[in-house]
Nanobody, 118 residues
Framework: VQLVVSGGGLVQAGGSLRLSCAASGSIFSINAMGWYRQAPGKQRELVAVITSGGSTDYADSVKGRFTISRDNAKNTLYLQMNSLKPEDTAVYYC?????????????WGQGTLVTVSS
């Protein structure tokens, strides 16, 4: 599986951005896909996740502002980010996870920088 991320950039506080993650390869094996982010000096954190069944979950810090979705026909994952705040500034990563019993296998897209200016 390969994941290619696009859509980062510079935006003012209160603005919006949409990230995309195009998947190719053996994507049928993926159980869930998500977006993570890593701010300078901080650990990578989960932002949002969507399962193969369509269930979604969000970090508390982005609930009500971010929306994760996917287009199965295009094999693409999205993250719509609204009402952006300076604290949303980070490198954002797309993740695909395959769970086989107790084992989890992760594939990552390249990061894309999102910078929110105040």
């Amino acid at each position: 599986v390969q994941l290619v991320v696009s859509g980062g950039g510079l935006v003012q506080a209160g603005g919006s951005l949409r990230l995309s993650c195009a998947a190719s390869g053996s994507i049928f094996s993926i159980n869930a896909m998500g977006w993570y982010r890593q701010a300078p000096g901080k650990q990578r954190e989960l932002v949002a996740v969507i399962t193969s069944g369509g269930s979604t979950d969000y970090a508390d810090s982005v609930k009500g502002r971010f929306t994760i979705s996917r287009d199965n026909a295009k094999n693409t994952l999205y993250l719509q980010m609204n009402s952006l705040k300076p604290e949303d500034t980070a490198v954002y990563y797309c993740n695909g996870r395959t769970t086989l019993g107790p084992r989890k296998y992760d594939v990552w897209g390249q990061g894309t920088l999102v910078t929110v200016s105040s």
